[in-house]
């Protein structure tokens, strides 16, 4: 499986479990296992947020593009995110956002 992202700004989270054709994304599962080799699934077939364009089974490899939010600290990586490719079952791993900025609290003297 090639996962690619298209990269947002935006606060929300995406979760995603990978089990062989099952894509379960922030809790909702998706099933393209029954994609045949050359099949394309338009995106205004799919009913969710999620997915930034069609879905492809390109020689046995399903590829899917994902919208992936990117926050406020998010780091090159997550901005410029390289495709995820051979992605294994299991949940997905994503790049990292940079360190969260530590505000401290000034006291009134």
């Known amino acids: 499986m090639r ?3 298209s ?3 935006r606060d929300d989270t995406l ?4 089990a062989g054709g099952l894509l379960i994304i922030n809790g909702e599962a998706f ?3 029954p994609m045949p080799d050359g099949a394309t699934l338009p995106r205004s077939a799919i009913n969710s947020e999620w997915f930034a364009g ?3 089974m390109i020689s046995g490899e399903l590829v899917v593009t ?4 990117n926050p406020a600290n998010s780091s090159p990586e997550q901005a410029f995110p390289v495709d995820l490719v051979g992605v ?3 949940p997905v791993a994503f790049p990292l956002p940079l360190p969260a900025p530590i505000v401290s609290e000034v006291s009134p003297e």
């Open 3 to 5: 996962i690619k992202l």
């Open 7 to 9: 990269p947002q700004r």
């Open 15 to 18: 979760e995603v479990t990978k």
């Open 31 to 33: 099933d393209f296992s």
């Open 54 to 56: 069609d879905v492809e």
């Open 66 to 69: 994902l919208l992936f939010p």
């Open 88 to 90: 294994p079952d299991g």
